[in-house]
């Protein structure tokens, strides 16, 4: 499974950005996917959680009801729809796979929020 994220940016404080993650290879055996994000200087943090069907979703509590993750099988993508963007969620995300047991992990793309 390959993971390669896309959408990030700089935007200013209120704004808001969508990340792609589309993966490729052994797609069909890919489970629960989600978004991590790592600032300057922290330890990786989940940010968001979404079920092999989408049906069930979890968040950080530093982004609820900011933030939306959202998948679309068919084209073997996931997204994160955030809003109310704030200079706190400065970080480099990145998507997460499991699939047949092993965790898969994208490159990274770099989210900056100017104040």
């Known amino acids: 499974v390959q993971l390669v994220e896309s959408g990030g940016g700089l935007v200013q404080a209120g704004g808001s950005l969508k990340l792609a993650c589309a993966a490729s290879?052994?797609?069909?055996?890919?489970?629960?996917m989600g978004w991590y994000r790592q600032a300057p200087g922290k330890q990786r943090e989940v940010v968001a959680g979404?079920?092999?069907?989408?049906?069930?979703?979890n968040y950080a509590d530093s982004v609820k009801g900011r933030f939306i993750v959202s998948r679309d099988n068919a084209k073997n993508t996931m997204y994160l729809q955030m809003n109310s963007l704030k200079p706190e969620d400065t970080a480099v995300y990145y998507c997460?796979?499991?699939?047949?047991?092993?965790?898969?992990w994208g490159q990274g793309t770099q989210v900056t929020v100017s104040s």
């Open positions: 979404i079920t092999s069907d989408g049906s069930r979703t």
């Open positions: 290879g052994s797609t069909f055996s890919i489970n629960a």
């Open positions: 997460h796979a499991v699939s047949r047991g092993s965790r898969y």
